[in-house]
């Protein structure tokens, strides 16, 4: 129920364990292996795709507006809430009550929400209407059929 | 100094992350079974929604109000607790998680202006993860507590308190006379530790508000009332008393209670059910090392149905102090019997471990030849921490006492949860779909 930490430092509420190994080497009779001081961890996805655990959560997309960016139906996205949203960054906004994914559109104080495929419209807010952005696209995952 | 963090009606919260249509419009949760209101939106709250309010005296409001009620997902808020709790922590060096959304941070030895900090940890919690937060912050946990409700209060009913002390408050820098202000604003009940009963008796005795209650010379309150009191008003004054460490007291009862899903009529049903309330009941007595002494049973029909009503309870003493789930599953069943009445739809039942005791003491008796000698005591034990171990690894339930019956969810008595939405993050197959 305690924890104790250094200021500043969130812990990482990692959800995905990392996987830990040395390096692999035969024990000879006697002599230690000589890889076992280079100990190195095995890649982890996870880090290469969670920056912030506490503000990341998985997506799954489901349309076709998004194929010009690579973003295909029943693709995973990793989104971060941590990263504030800038023009150009793929989102995850919140559309009639709905998460929308599309490309964030800023120019001179104007906000669209633009589609990655000719044949879908954009979105352009009303006036007086707000887009609330709830999260940054960070990367897709596609997974095959094997 | 200390902080305490809470998550505003955090279970709301947590749903109103995934499904951001619930923003704005009156939303509660409810309880195992959908029977009553364990959390509320604030909307829900102006509707005049009571804490625990019973499911179906509100529903009519579904349809003249637009109430929206969901079953509790545990998995989802625990999930996100656990990331707001890792964000919180970023405040102090050091925390102390006391409930699935509070947690108190020690702030000695943090430097800088600790309002303006707590803001920043607020607004990251609230970017991060969804949930909106209140921080308060005093020199004891008590003083945290009552800064942490006036933050809350100041924010959701405007006016109650001064504006400047919403979503952060902290009483070590208000003035002597602001501060007076505050605590005579502030009903005696609101203070941690002070129970609707005590409340109500100092109260009566003239002592209304926090004010009031500061004031009180120490003496005569552990004289007139309490140690424990006395306690909460030094906390009150300044002086800790509370520490951060403090671990949790032992419970003096374990009780495991459940209304079921579907009315019960069959001795066989509710056999099942308070089978598994006393092993869950034995498992918790063995996770704070108590041994129980005796075991209470209760089954009882639905007051707020028309039905008959049979209430009934039976308290029966255990052979010796034990946490086996065998003899403590064995001596509800039989209890079960004695008070089991045909004819009845049964809408509760319960199983509570009374009079417990450390586990450290075994008393010493003379071997009658007729069950357990020490021996197999101590095989029993082992027996029982093989049952927790593997629980705890292959998930509760994964083996139980044969009499809580083998159908899983299909059992009548089950859980009902017709509301509850997926498990958004810790299951694959339940994340939220975003249009593409």
């Given at each position: 129920m305690y924890s104790f930490q250094a200021f500043d430092i969130p812990v990482l509420a990692s959800n995905i364990p990392l996987t830990v190994s040395l390096i692999r080497g035969h024990v000879q009779a006697g002599f230690p292996s000589p890889a076992e001081d280079l100990g190195a961890q095995r890649i982890d996805l996870a880090q290469l795709l969670i920056k912030h655990s506490q503000a990341t959560y998985f997506l799954r997309a489901s349309g076709h507006s998004m194929t010009e960016v690579g973003?295909?139906?029943?693709d995973i996205l990793v989104v971060d809430r941590a990263i504030k949203p800038r023009n150009t960054h793929i989102v995850v906004a919140i559309v009639d009550g709905d998460f929308t994914v599309k490309v964030l559109s800023q120019r001179v104080g104007r906000i669209k929400l633009k589609s990655a495929n000719p044949t879908y419209p954009d979105i352009t807010p009303k006036d007086g209407q707000t887009i609330e952005i709830w999260g940054v696209v960070t990367s897709t995952i596609k997974q095959f059929n094997v | 100094m200390y902080a305490l963090i809470d998550g505003n009606n955090f279970y709301v919260s947590c749903e109103r992350i995934?499904?951001?249509?619930?923003?704005g419009i009156p939303a509660v949760v409810l309880s195992n079974n959908d029977g009553c209101a364990i959390a509320r939106s604030n909307e829900a709250k102006a509707l005049g929604i009571k804490m625990g309010a019973p499911w179906f005296q509100i529903k009519h409001l579904t349809d003249s109000h637009g109430l929206v009620a969901l079953s509790a997902n545990f998995a989802l808020y625990g999930d996100i607790s656990d990331r707001m709790m890792s964000l919180a922590?970023?405040?102090?060096?050091t925390q102390e998680i006391y409930s699935i959304d509070e947690s108190f941070i020690r702030l000695d030895g943090v430097r800088g202006d600790l309002v303006e900090r707590s803001h920043k940890i607020r607004s990251r919690i609230l970017q991060w993860t969804g949930i909106p937060c209140g921080i308060g912050i005093g020199r004891t946990k008590t003083l945290a507590k009552l800064a942490n409700h006036i933050a809350k209060t100041a924010e959701r009913k405007p006016?109650?308190?001064?504006?400047?002390?919403?979503q952060v408050c902290n009483l070590?820098?208000?003035s002597f006379d602001e501060r007076q202000r505050v605590f005579a604003a502030?009903?005696?009940?609101?203070?941690?530790?002070?129970?609707r009963r005590i409340g109500k008796q100092l109260t009566d005795g003239g002592i209304k508000t926090v004010q009031d209650l500061v004031r009180m010379d120490v003496a005569t309150i552990r004289k007139g009332w309490s140690v424990v009191l006395e306690r909460t008003v030094r906390e009150l004054q300044?002086?800790?008393?509370?520490?951060?460490?403090?671990?949790?007291?032992?419970?003096k009862e374990i009780a495991c209670t459940r209304s079921f899903g579907h009315a019960v009529t069959e001795l066989s049903d509710l056999t099942q059910a308070v089978t598994e309330f006393a092993s869950r009941a034995a498992e918790k007595a063995r996770k704070q090392h108590s041994l129980a002494s005796e075991v209470m049973v209760f089954i009882r029909t639905s007051p707020?149905?028309?039905?008959p009503q049979y209430s009934r309870s039976i308290v029966v003493p255990l052979r010796r102090p034990t946490a086996d789930t065998g003899a403590i599953v064995q001596a509800t069943v039989l209890s079960l019997r004695a008070i089991y009445c045909q004819g009845f739809k049964y809408a509760k039942a319960g199983v509570m471990l009374l009079d417990l005791q450390p586990d450290s003491v075994i008393q010493g008796e003379l071997d009658l030849g007729d069950d357990d000698s020490l021996g197999d005591i101590a095989d029993k034990a082992r027996l029982m921490s093989a049952l927790d171990a593997i629980n705890k690894r292959y998930g509760r339930?994964?083996?139980?006492?044969?009499?809580?019956?083998?159908?899983g969810d299909r059992r009548v008595w089950f859980m009902r949860q017709e509301r509850r939405t997926p498990a958004y993050t810790t299951n694959w197959a339940d994340i939220p779909i975003a249009r593409a």
């Open positions: 973003i295909f139906d029943g | 995934f499904r951001p249509s619930l923003q922590a970023g405040l102090g060096p006016g109650t308190y001064p504006g400047h002390l919403a070590e820098v208000l502030t009903e005696v009940g609101e203070v941690w530790g002070i129970g300044g002086t800790p008393c509370i520490g951060l460490d403090d671990a949790p007291v032992p419970k707020f149905r028309k039905d339930g994964t083996m139980k006492m044969a009499s809580a019956g083998l159908d």
